[in-house]
């Protein structure tokens, strides 16, 4: 820190004029690449007012708040009057990405220095730094939080990326903070003892930490007792999931080998990414679950792996039958549809909104039919042909002792669903909206389409309740698809069980 010291826990930094214009004039823009500001619109007789300027500071502040900090700074050329202003931005941002991506990690280091001497608003809503992180650079980031926690940062977000030449932890001092409402953490280790006093954090996101093990988050609960959401990615070391936090209602866990996870409050559950092993759930008071993963499983197609898949997916559809709304994804469709071509259903279900996440190749159509036959009581239907989960997909060979299974996938076709027509009839009885998400819902290809037309067309047919068919896209189709108009009409033509329904289609 060559232009102030710190000690004792507190700063002390002289702002000189010339301080000033070494920092944020041409000098900054040379060394960090950035651009010249365009000041051939300022006011003068001959042009004119310049309205932007005639602004209130605290509208001006807002506008530079939503800038990146290094393009904040560069508009302390355009006049006087703009020459602090960056100074009071209440989000301070550096990004390795925005403008050092051709400089060293150092150079950064430097510009963040002298970025939190200068700035001079007392209190800081968001701090957020993403760079290329090396051991040798812990003293400064310990300084960085804390002089934001001295400024009652509210949030902040670390993603410091390494090299495993060293993982940055979070200093002690960091453990204590009355103000922080919201961490997220990426490639950042935790205190495995520390004490933990975050009596005001609300939202907690944890990311590559592979020493954070089930004693140490259980530490950390228990000094977050008003905390409502958390996220756990890729923390290796977790096994068990134990909390009994009245405030925690939103649950994240993605790409962990948690085996089990007890929570009695959280009201939502997501499982997302990959993971190696099956797990034990108790979420009595869950009403939204999303599974978005898939099973990492080392001989993928083998027969123990389609038992492990299918066993798996049957229990926690078992457990999570009582849920308002479930969000599934393509690799669990898949496995769905191993079940259903072995004559193996999915257990009756209550859930009123259901959302899929498909691609609608002809592998998701049994997984597909599985899961709406056993939705006795869905109400909503959302197909979001954006959202896919993974690029696995479930693998079908008669070499793996599957020859039936594979000689009925192969027999699948875009009129499948003609032979679900009476089979869903029950199950859409209580159905009022289907909504379908996509950017080319006339879709890649004519066959996806096809095979999506055929299940709208048994919807229409059989949904007596039905109110509206919501299409939303925002692009033209591609080539080998079908086009809107034909798309329209064809929907158009199905007969329609419910004479209100309407089919409407958006284009964003």
């Known amino acids: 820190m060559e232009d102030g010291s710190y000690s004792g826990g507190s700063w002390s930094y002289s702002s000189s004029s010339s301080d000033y214009d070494s920092f944020s004039s041409r000098s900054v823009r040379r060394r960090y690449d950035l651009p010249t500001p365009d000041c051939s619109h300022r ?3 001959n042009r004119e007012e310049d309205r932007i300027s005639d602004l209130p500071d605290l509208i001006l502040i807002q506008i530079l708040s939503s800038l990146p900090l290094t393009d904040a700074i560069v508009t302390a050329r355009l006049s006087k009057r703009w020459r602090f202003l960056w100074k009071m931005v209440p989000n301070l941002a550096f990004s390795h990405s925005d403008h050092y991506s051709k400089r060293r990690p150092s150079d950064m280091i430097s510009f963040i220095d002298k970025a939190l001497l200068l700035h001079e608003r007392s209190a800081i809503n968001k701090f957020s730094v993403e760079f290329d992180y090396r051991p040798k650079f812990q003293s400064a980031v310990d300084v960085w939080l804390h002089v934001v926690s001295e400024k009652n940062v509210e949030e902040i977000y670390l993603d410091l990326q390494q090299d495993w030449s060293g993982r940055y932890k979070l200093p002690k001092h960091s453990y204590t903070n009355s103000s922080l409402v919201k961490l997220t953490l ?5 205190q495995p003892n520390a004490v933990v006093s975050w009596p005001s954090l609300k939202t907690l996101s944890i990311s590559y930490d592979g020493e954070l093990n089930d004693n140490s988050i259980a530490n950390i609960l228990s000094g977050c007792p008003v905390l409502e959401s958390l996220e756990l990615r890729k923390c290796g070391d977790l096994s068990r999931l134990n909390t009994m936090s009245a405030s925690l209602k939103k649950l994240t866990i993605r790409s962990c080998d948690i085996r089990q996870i007890s929570a009695p409050k959280v009201e939502s559950l997501s499982i997302l990414g990959s993971t190696e092993k099956t797990m034990s759930l108790d979420f009595p008071s ?23 898949s299918g066993k798996l997916m049957t229990y926690l559809l078992e457990t999570l039958n009582g849920v308002d709304e479930l969000t599934i994804g393509n690799w669990c469709i898949q496995v769905l549809s191993v079940l259903e071509v072995q004559n193996l259903t999915c257990p009756t279900t209550t859930w009123k ?10 592998w998701d159509l049994p997984g597909i039919a599985n899961l709406l036959r056993s939705s006795v009581s869905l109400e909503t ?3 979001n042909l954006n959202q896919q989960s993974g690029r696995r997909e479930i693998v079908l060979r008669e070499e793996d002792g599957y020859k039936k299974l594979y000689q009925l996938y192969e027999k699948l076709d875009d009129k499948y669903w003609n032979s679900q027509d009476g089979a869903l009839v029950n199950s859409l009885q209580s159905l009022k909206t289907v909504k379908i998400i996509d950017d080319n819902v006339y879709h890649r290809y004519a066959r996806h389409c096809e095979r999506l037309l055929g299940l709208l067309q048994v919807i229409l047919k059989n949904a007596r309740m039905l109110e509206k068919v919501v299409i939303c896209t925002s692009k033209s189709p591609n080539h080998g698809s079908l086009n809107n108009m034909e798309v329209a009409q ?12 309407v089919i409407l289609f958006y284009k964003s």
């Open 186 to 190: 990426r490639d950042c280790g935790m």
């Open 353 to 362: 909104r259901l959302i899929l996440n498909a691609r609608f190749s002809r």
């Open 43 to 45: 006011p003068n007789s």
């Open 490 to 501: 064809r929907l158009l033509s199905f007969p329609k069980a419910s004479p209100t329904a």
């Open 286 to 308: 869950l009403l939204h679950a999303t599974l978005n993963f898939e099973l990492r499983i080392e001989k993928i197609g083998s027969k123990d792996s389609y038992i492990r």
């Open 381 to 383: 239907l959302v197909i």
